[in-house]
T-cell receptor, first 109, second 120 residues
């Protein structure tokens, strides 16, 4: 089976930095995605990692360690609009991706 | 708008009725996915098409669910004899696999706005 674990909820302060962790155990691995999903809306793509290391994209960075089955999403200079659910998804093989249940981030003033 | 579109956006139906949803992917994307999402959960894979071929179907999908993608363009998802447990957001996503400069391939799924189904 496929297993992806993320914390259910996190809270952070506007302007701060927050790290959302994701661990996975899957039968295959062809890349890891992070998506942002606001309440009632569809997921939107944030980042993609297929090799170990850090990928930086503006205020958002994503890290992957394939040997540890571990990734994190780092959000800097938090803004109120960053309050959303953040989904970690593993592409198990072509055509099949498995999603975690998401981490609901609340940004407080 | 050249993104993924889904219709209808909302559907309320009575238990036992059939419903059909439509997804129009990004035109150059050859892969199309259907997911189901309930509150507090991540998207759950239902089925996947490459062009017009349905290559995989989740074992969680009962025989009441069927999907088609005629001519490899838009797709429809039909639920027959709906049950209250079918109430969920149904998401469609499309993708195109592209080479990565560092080697290998990358596939990013772009989601449509979803169809929210409520079965009474």
């Amino acid at each position: 089976g496929q297993n992806i674990d993320q914390p259910t909820e996190m809270t952070a302060t506007e302007g701060a930095i927050v790290q959302i962790n994701c661990t996975y155990q899957t039968s295959g691995f062809n890349g890891l995605f992070w998506y942002q999903q606001h309440a009632g809306e569809a997921p939107t793509f944030l980042s993609y990692n297929v090799l170990d290391g850090l990928e930086e994209k503006g205020r958002f960075s994503s890290f992957l360690s394939r040997s540890k089955g571990y990734s994190y999403l780092l959000l800097k200079e938090l803004q109120m609009k960053d309050s959303a659910s953040y989904l970690c998804a593993v592409r198990v093989y072509a055509g099949k991706s498995t999603f975690g249940d998401g981490t609901t981030l609340t940004v407080k003033p | 708008d050249t993104g993924v579109s889904q219709n209808p956006r909302h559907k309320i139906t009575k238990r036992g009725q059939n419903v059909t949803f439509r997804c129009d992917p990004i035109s150059e994307h050859n892969r199309l996915y259907w997911y189901r999402q309930t509150l507090g959960q991540g998207p759950e894979f239902l089925t996947y098409f490459q062009n017009e071929a349905q290559l995989e179907k989740s074992r969680l999908l009962s025989d009441r669910f069927s999907a088609e993608r005629p001519k490899g363009s838009f797709s429809t998802l039909e639920i027959q004899r709906t049950e209250q447990g079918d109430s969920a957001m149904y998401l469609c996503a499309s993708s195109l696999e592209a080479p990565v400069p560092t080697g290998g391939w990358r596939e990013t799924q772009y989601f449509g706005p979803g169809t929210r189904l409520l079965v009474l």
